[in-house]
């Protein structure tokens, strides 16, 4: 029995041993980080729908990314159009990064000059690239255009319309 009890304990022993070399490891890793550029959004060239006509029937006056006036209602476009421009912005930041793109969705105000009280909405901002597939910054930079549609009322006072408040177009890494 004293040699059943002895080959006993040497056998847990032996497994009690094996059992705590195996219920731990140890490993190592490495850690690492890159700092990309930050992106940035520099306008170039604000918004400017140019010289249009009102009329008594209300319309709009549309600017494309593009820079192209299209026209519904009672607004009409003159041979002198003036300065006509989309908002022309510089995104730059890091090569081949793509980025979003955050235009306005509440209308903005344009207040007539010098007439207090007058004023027209602009509103359905678009972009190129467009806001659904945002834009890749191809050798870091890229334009970024916006055009927006004009609300002008019947019989709109004359004058020059300006914001008072520039509206805001945001870019964000994705």
């Known amino acids: 029995m004293k040699k059943v009890l002895s080959l006993m304990a040497i056998i847990s022993v032996f497994f009690a041993a094996t059992a705590v070399a195996q219920t731990s490891a140890t490993a190592t890793a490495n850690a690492s980080a890159t700092v990309i550029t930050p992106i940035t959004l520099t306008k170039t060239l604000d918004l400017n729908f140019g010289i249009l006509a009102a009329s008594p029937i209300p319309g709009t006056l549309k600017i494309t990314p593009a820079g192209i006036r299209t026209t519904t209602g009672g607004v009409s476009t003159l041979s002198t ?3 006509v421009t989309p908002a022309i912005f510089s995104v730059a930041g890091e090569d081949g990064y793509s980025y ?3 235009l ?4 903005v105000v344009l207040h007539n000059t010098t007439h207090a009280g007058a ?3 602009a509103t359905n901002f678009t ?4 806001v659904i597939t945002g834009g890749v ?3 870091g930079s ?3 255009n916006v055009g ?3 609300f002008v009322g019947p019989n709109q006072v004359n004058g020059l319309y300006t914001t008072s408040i520039p509206f805001p177009v945001t870019v964000n890494y994705n």
């Open 81 to 83: 159009a003036g300065t």
């Open 100 to 102: 979003a793109i955050t």
């Open 104 to 107: 306005p969705l509440i209308p």
């Open 119 to 121: 004023f027209m909405l």
């Open 127 to 130: 972009s190129s690239p467009a």
């Open 137 to 139: 910054l191809t050798g």
């Open 142 to 144: 890229q334009a970024l």
């Open 148 to 150: 927006a549609t004009l």
